[in-house]
């Protein structure tokens, strides 16, 4: 048991958020409303809304015009997923993005926000809220972004494997201090197998990044600080690679290599923390983009975030000690059949 | 009294460097880097200035390659396209050819050195005054070859982006990219002279080091060129400062290593 509980822990670790982290539902929300804009007067139409359950309990819905509310007339549940409301919509509410929001017991509160559009010419009305006591949803389930949708499962496989790549590389640059400070080739083959590993969780993080792009900004790639410095990473190591290959002998191969890796390692971690903050980004966390705390503020989130991040960072580094004792085998047997 | 307590606590801090660069603890270490640096051998690192500044001059078609690599290079650009009044189109073709002018002309910086003329140099200077004053030669070298780019880059594919530019900070933005190119690849033209593979392996090791730097770089320029002042540019320039100065420490602290053989 010594010495391996945690890779025991890894596995365990992403059971739970591959199980967990893909069988949770998402959080009920109102996605869509048939009418693009209301005028004064009996107006119908129809909301649809996602992992709601309309249908057994008997939701209330209202506008919300400018801070001012108006209860739906009638609710009739078409299924758990659709419902068709009428309103009475008052002479008085002023010109607007109007809001509609709705309750019932299992859903809890759920908004839309700027639905449609209000040809109100009015300054206000006297408001007339539904007659209900809101209270929270209390079942556990990811936050429903707009755009993010199903896709913010994702954070638990894309945003750890940057964490293992960088905790990879950290370790290859502390094994190249060593191989500078004792001409020690075991460490250099240490830094070798964590670069290598590193570079698998990099090429994992792209793949699962483009996805995510594509299903969010509609784009496998697109030209952005963050992903300038991914592909900046990749490349630093690429070459890395590349500049081992270039050189016979063992020693000043590991030398070289030591050397590049300590100065590729501080400037692509100056890059990669200051590069993103000085333009605009699209992605979290640069440019006035929410960071991530605005999704780790939602605890069912950070419940799976926090997991994942340590059980792939120890899966990385489980990976890493075997394929440094496939590479310390290798080099056995060639001293073997030398 | 005062001086003198400085000069043997510079000495003993260097003695400590030079004795071995892993037994202090870092941050002691960096602080004490600098004041070293202070009073390191200023004269050698003069004294290895002029030594580069002698076998150019006794060389000259050493910077007559360079300036002509430059001049054909724009001149081909100029068969291709005539003339440019895109700005960000013009911007981005100067920093191309000024980044594989730099590529050029720094790759030969440690190629020249044969092994005897190198081993003479190890017996006679420290290593950490070769690459300071290496770098300092690169980065006069590309300070002026980014403004004999430039010069002939407005002249062949025409001015016309450069009438409503802040011309001063443009310049400045231009020589300070030429001179962050130089601090950057001293180190890896370096590094692939050591490999013995000449100025291919520079480029793949220099591009994806260089790339971050090229772009906040061209950011800057195309600023600078749509008229924005010092206010806007400014914080690309102070970015691409504080690389430089990461970069200048990072050679000095690993360059001892490459040295050595």
């Known amino acids: ?338 | 009294m005062h001086s003198i307590l400085v000069e043997k606590f510079a000495r003993q801090s260097l003695r400590a460097l030079r004795f071995n660069l892993f037994s202090a603890p870092s941050a002691v270490k960096l602080f004490f880097a600098f004041f070293a640096v202070r009073t390191m051998r200023s004269t050698e690192i003069a004294h290895l200035l002029k030594l580069e500044w002698q076998l150019d001059r006794r060389q000259k078609h050493a910077w007559g390659s360079m300036a002509l690599y430059v001049v054909s290079t724009v001149y081909v650009c100029y068969q291709g396209v005539r003339h440019l009044s895109e700005t960000p189109i013009w911007n981005a073709l100067f920093w191309i050819i000024l980044l594989f002018a730099a590529f050029n002309a720094l790759g030969r910086s440690f190629q020249r050195e044969n092994s005897g003329r190198q081993l003479y140099l190890y017996t006679l200077a420290s290593p950490r005054s070769v690459v300071l004053a290496r770098t300092i030669y690169n980065a006069i070298t590309m300070a002026v070859l980014s403004l004999l780019s430039l010069a002939a880059y407005a002249l062949f594919i025409g001015s016309a982006p450069l009438e409503g530019a802040q011309m001063g900070t443009f310049i400045l933005v231009v020589m300070a990219g030429g001179v962050g190119f130089a601090l950057v690849l001293t180190l890896i033209s370096a590094l692939a002279a050591r490999a013995g593979n000449g100025i291919g392996l520079m480029a793949i090791l220099g591009f994806p080091i260089v790339l971050p730097m090229l772009l906040s770089v061209m950011k800057a320029s195309k600023l600078a060129l749509d008229g924005m002042g010092w206010d806007v540019t400014g914080k690309y320039v102070i970015w691409l400062l504080l690389i430089d100065v990461i970069t200048v420490v990072l050679a000095w602290l690993l360059f001892p290593y490459l040295w050595r053989d």
């Not at chain 1, 499962?153 to 790549?165: A, D, I």
Request: with cysteine.
């Open chain 1, 1 to 338: 048991m010594k010495g391996w509980w945690w890779k025991g822990l890894s596995v365990v670790l992403l059971l739970y958020v591959v199980i967990v982290g893909l069988r949770t539902p998402l959080g009920p929300a109102l996605v869509h409303v048939s009418v693009e804009r209301i005028a004064p007067g009996e107006v119908s139409f129809e909301v649809t809304g996602y992992n709601t359950h309309f249908k057994e309990n008997a939701p209330h819905l209202w506008l919300e015009n400018d801070g001012q509310k108006v209860c739906a007339t009638s609710v009739t549940p078409i299924s758990d997923a659709a419902v068709s409301v009428t309103f009475t919509v008052p002479q008085g509410l002023r010109e607007s993005m109007t809001s509609i929001r709705a309750w019932d017991v299992k859903d809890g509160p759920l908004v839309l926000h700027e639905a449609f559009f209000t040809e109100g010419r009015g300054t206000g009305i006297t408001e007339t809220p539904c007659a209900i006591q809101e209270t929270a949803r209390t079942s556990f389930a990811f936050p429903n972004r707009a755009i993010l949708n199903e896709t913010i499962r994702n954070l638990f496989f894309h945003v750890p494997m940057w964490f293992t790549m960088m905790v990879l590389m950290t370790i290859s640059f502390w094994q190249s201090l060593r191989v500078l400070r004792t001409g020690d080739l075991g460490a250099d083959r240490m830094a070798l197998s964590a670069v290598d590993v590193s570079l698998l969780f990099a090429a994992l993080g792209l793949i699962t990044g483009s996805i995510w792009a594509r299903a969010t900004w509609g784009n496998w790639w697109t030209s952005d600080p963050k992903l300038n410095g991914a592909a900046v990473t990749v490349l630093i190591y690429a070459a890395y690679l590349i500049l081992r290959g270039s050189i016979p002998d063992g020693h000043k191969r590991a030398r070289l290599a030591a050397i590049y890796n300590i100065f590729a390692y501080v400037l692509m971690f100056v890059f990669i923390m200051v590069l993103p903050r000085l333009t605009d980004s699209l992605h979290p966390g640069n440019g006035g983009n929410p960071a991530f705390s605005s999704y780790d503020l939602d605890s069912s989130l950070r419940a799976l975030f926090y997991p994942a991040v340590i059980g792939w960072i120890l899966l990385g580094v489980w990976a890493y000690t075997l394929h440094l004792r496939v590479s310390r085998l290798k080099a056995l047997s060639d001293d073997a059949s030398d």
